[in-house]
Nanobody
Framework: QVQLVESGGGLVQPGGSLRLSCAAS????????MGWYRQAPGKERELVAT???????NYGDSVKGRFTISGDNARNTVYLEMNNLGPEDTAVYYC??????????WGKGTLVSVSS
């Protein structure tokens, strides 16, 4: 059984920064891709960023230049550094992992609220 444990969400003022973490635990050999998606109220879930085991990254258009994703292969952990946050970034952020020889998993989500 694989579990994804997210942390780092919270309330931040516009222009501020937050760092999200997601650690995969359980019967894991390694991950193929890990990343973050988000869902705002009344909207569909959208891509935020992903990182492959080899370090290749992919970002949603709305976060390019502001967010940075990185992965720690040894710890099966992915980090999302979020800068210059705006109200439009308010959403529940979900960790996603494609675990080698196991399958695709989702975390329970962590809320990020951007408000003054």
């Amino acid at each position: 059984q694989v579990q994804l444990v997210e942390s780092g969400g919270g309330l931040v003022q516009p222009g501020g920064s937050l760092r999200l973490s997601c650690a995969a635990s359980g019967a894991i050999s390694s991950f193929n891709i890990m990343g973050w998606y988000r869902q705002a109220p009344g909207k569909e879930r959208e891509l935020v960023a992903t990182v492959t085991r080899s370090g290749s990254t992919n970002y949603g258009d709305s976060v390019k230049g502001r967010f940075t994703i990185s992965g720690d292969n040894a710890r099966n952990t992915v980090y999302l550094e979020m800068n210059n946050l705006g109200p439009e970034d308010t959403a529940v952020y979900y960790c996603n992992a494609d675990i080698r020889y196991s399958g695709i998993y989702w975390g329970k989500g962590t809320l990020v609220s951007v408000s003054s």
